[in-house]
């Protein structure tokens, strides 16, 4: 019995001591801010409904005290303004709509509490006063936490609010961080706030230094506020990093102008690349050139269309299933066409110039009837949404990826033009075609198969257009008078001219419309390039061919 006794009487030590060890180990690695007790958590969080708003920042403040994580999604809701009460007893529930009736959830437990009527439960009002307080609230709860988008989050919101309360917590989170731009934002979140509530002259100049630093569009702006308020000494080294800003932003508008006319070039480059291949072999004014454009971005739509309806999960993949069927559409049409109706045209130019303005009135007809004359929308896949900024250069990722999309498919028209057969006999062709025709080549087929190619980037374009611009059947006509400035300007059926043509017109043309607007700019745009035509006759890369020497 003593034996057994002092067995059992060890093996519950043995309990103990492990319990004592594992709640050490659970201490060490959970978050500092721990729950407390649902019993005292329920009656902050009800406090929230009743009385004015003033009452409602009090109990907000109450549960900040906490530190408990449930908190957050809690005061989230709120600042939603979609936190409700139950009149009859004042609790404060998380509601959704059910038919009739709301399904209520308990904000504290996150358990399901059944189903009243819609008049029954009443919204917990916020005005924007109390949303400050709020998204200041939900700062201060998430500074310190683990998880790094949280952190950075919290301190954006901060420094959005600039809530001169949250200065102690706010040197507490910089204390600790180590995450560079998190702590970055920070300081510049703790600079703002010194520079609404710091007394001494000292702390105001480092606040301001760090804010010129910065080079934020917002710092003009914070650093013009504290000028009125400023000590007379500090004045003159605010105005000097106002001056330092607006030299710093003239720069990068520049820089940002440059990017806004290589994206307007990549555009123009795919609208003109095959333009460039048919004029240049065969002498065509294809004037139906946009209408490819436009039949490839009605073919995205519907592809996304029958996604939509059919596999919503691919809807990323949209635009590598557009593309494969828009180059191979409007191929097989500019194939029709030239087989059609331009092979019995050759030598004559202004009739070609009427036949493909006729079929171009055809193929936007056959589009609108097909799919009605309002634009249609084209959704973006996920990795070509939204924007991120670059030093200070905001630059979309749909812009950027058509950038890409037009480098890739110009490096891989040089490559089919200078190491396939059909690329040799395209270049012989242009380059004298009654000696390739002695020469054994086909060149009613290289024509073909020239104008098939041309038709296809076209199709191309209007994919990768389609998620800048509206889908709609006049979506062609905007870019057939510039393509043909790109075309003659850089140079009859030379690629590398058609690129240093379209870089050229695209960064001219955003420089130009901020001085003399959009309009006025393709008007001074089309004048130069009358004038360096008269000069130049062969534009920038001359090259010998049919079109030049007619």
């Known amino acids: 019995m003593v034996l057994k006794s002092l067995i059992a009487r060890a093996s519950m030590d043995m309990r103990q001591?492990?319990?004592?060890?594992?709640?050490?180990?659970?201490?060490a690695t959970t978050p500092a801010a721990a729950q407390v007790a649902d019993a005292e958590l329920a009656p902050l969080v009800d406090a929230l409904y009743p009385g004015s708003y003033s009452d409602r920042e009090a109990a907000i403040a109450a549960l900040v005290a906490t530190a408990d994580p449930r908190v957050v999604p809690i005061l989230q809701v709120l600042g939603e303004g979609d936190l409700y009460a139950v009149e009859a007893t004042g609790k404060v529930v998380f509601a959704e709509r059910s038919g009739d009736n709301f399904a209520l959830t308990d904000p504290v437990t996150n358990g399901p509490i059944g189903e009243i009527g819609r008049r029954e439960a009443e919204k917990v009002k916020v005005n924007n006063s109390l949303r400050r307080v709020i998204r200041t609230a939900i700062g201060q709860m998430t500074l310190l936490s683990e998880d790094r988008s949280t952190r950075l989050a919290a301190a954006q919101s901060i420094l959005r609010d600039s809530d001169p309360a949250n200065l102690e917590l706010l040197d507490q989170a910089l204390a600790a961080e180590g995450d560079a731009d998190i702590k970055r934002t920070m300081e510049l979140a703790r600079a703002v706030i010194t520079l609404k509530s710091g007394t001494s002259a000292e702390d105001l100049r480092q606040a301001a230094d760090v804010v010129a630093r910065s080079g934020s569009r917002d710092a003009?702006?914070?650093?013009?506020?504290?000028?009125?308020?400023?000590?007379?000494?500090?004045?003159a080294d605010i105005q000097a990093s106002l001056d330092g800003l607006a030299r710093d932003r003239a720069v990068w508008d520049a820089l940002q102008n440059v990017w806004f006319g290589v994206s307007l070039s990549s555009v123009l480059l795919l609208a003109a690349i095959g333009l460039a291949i048919t004029f240049g072999v065969m002498g065509v004014i294809n004037m139906a050139h946009g209408e490819m454009v436009m039949l490839g971005a009605y073919t995205t739509f519907a592809v996304q269309e029958v996604i939509r309806l059919n596999a919503p999960g691919l809807f990323d993949y949209s635009l590598a299933i557009a593309m494969p069927l828009a180059f191979l559409l409007t191929a097989l049409v500019g194939v029709a066409i030239e087989r059609g109706v331009i092979r019995w045209l050759y030598g004559r130019p202004l009739e070609t110039l009427l036949a493909t303005w006729g079929l171009s009135l055809i193929l936007q007809q056959t589009v609108r009837s097909i799919f009605g004359p309002t634009n249609r929308q084209v959704g973006n896949p996920s990795w070509m949404s939204g924007s991120f900024e670059f030093y200070g250069l905001a630059i979309t990722w749909s812009r950027l990826w058509i950038v890409l999309f037009a480098l890739a498919v110009f490096f891989t028209l040089l490559v089919v033009l200078n190491r396939t057969a059909l690329g040799l006999q395209m270049r012989a062709v242009t380059q004298n075609r009654r000696m390739a025709s002695a020469m054994g080549i086909?060149?009613?087929?290289?024509?073909a198969m020239t104008f098939g190619l041309g038709s296809g980037i076209a199709g191309l374009a209007g994919v990768a257009l389609s998620q800048i611009d509206n889908v709609s059947p006049n979506l062609g006509q905007g870019y057939i008078i510039d393509s043909f400035m790109v075309v003659v300007f850089g140079g009859v059926g030379n690629l590398w001219g058609t690129m240093?043509?379209?870089?050229?017109?695209g960064?001219?043309?955003?420089?130009?419309?901020?001085?003399a607007g959009a309009v006025l700019g393709k008007i001074l745009i089309l004048v130069l390039i009358i004038l360096f035509i008269q000069r130049r006759p062969r534009g920038l890369?001359?090259?010998?061919?049919?079109?030049?020497?007619?």
């Open 507 to 515: 960064i001219a043309n955003k420089f130009l419309e901020p001085y």
């Open 442 to 447: 086909r060149t009613p087929l290289v024509d």
């Open 220 to 235: 003009a702006t914070i650093l013009s506020a504290a000028l009125t308020t400023a000590p007379d000494e500090l004045k």
């Open 541 to 550: 890369f001359a090259l010998k061919g049919r079109a030049v020497e007619a």
């Open 500 to 505: 240093v043509g379209a870089l050229t017109l």
């Open 17 to 27: 001591w492990l319990a004592v060890l594992l709640l050490a180990m659970l201490g």
